[in-house]
């Protein structure tokens, strides 16, 4: 088919269909006239969905179907919205604590967020450094002047046995969406990461790494410049949940780490650190079962 009319028709057609500019919900540029094609279209409408969800409980006294902020010790910047039984109680208060928190896939996701402390930014050099300067001044989606409601905030839209994740860590964006229940059949995770502060080359180098540790815990992982999208299916409610508690821990412990990724001593180090912590992971779990 390749070189006919059709497939040049198609090839034409699809430049109107697939493309997306819209990457950054909390630039200046995000908005509906910048839209080029459908899936501008669709992503801008999936965000302001999202933003009307979570802007009803701060509009109407927190009703009890209204998003709650998650308390973990102190208010964290995390919402979570219970589209159906993923509360274990109804909530008439700001907030909600895990105990109050019935949804199987977020539980298994932050106990990986939460499983190893995260050290810190890594050290950098100069060099990277520059290019993290460099990209934030060259880069409007970086540096944005206006302040946003949602710019670090982290939104779970959650069930029993689904969640949808919507994070934002630092200069990076990244979705979780899992079903874990006990129809094996129905299960999946699907994970996709994507941008950073540092040049174009360090984001692809990091994404690069992030796609090698999950395709070793058999994610399925596609790579396109900077933005990796992963999926797993069709695996029992346990092993699931361990994917998820995997996926946790490498959204805490993969951040910055695109300011190194010019240093092949540095790639090497977090390799075998992020590795380490990947098992320190499953055996915490493991003991606690």
Known sequence: MAGSPVFRLLENVLTHIAPLHLLDPDAPSFRADACQTLHDITRFCHEQAVREVFRFGRLHRFPKRSAKQLYF???????????DDGFNREIDGKYVTLDDIGSVPLLALWEGIVAVPWAGPPAFSGRGFASVLFEATANPALATPFKRPYANRNYF?????????????????????????????????????????????????????????????????????????????????????DRLRLVGYLLMHTRQLDMVMDDPSAVAHYRSRIREGLAAVRRAAGSRA
Request: net charge negative; glycine share 6%; aromatic share 10%.
């Open 157 to 241: 839209m959650i069930s029993s046995s689904f969640m949808n994740l919507q994070s934002r860590f630092g200069f990076h964006l990244c979705q979780v969406e899992a079903l874990v229940s006990g129809r094996r059949e129905e299960n999946y995770v699907s994970f996709t990461f994507k941008g950073g502060a540092a040049s174009l080359e360090r984001r692809i180098a990091r994404v690069a790494l992030l796609a090698e540790l999950l395709d070793e815990h058999g994610f399925q992982v596609r790579v396109t410049e900077d933005t990796a999208t992963a999926r797993l299916a069709g695996l029992e409610q346990d092993a699931m949940k």
């Open 73 to 83: 010790n102190v208010p964290m910047q995390w919402w979570v919205l219970d589209l």
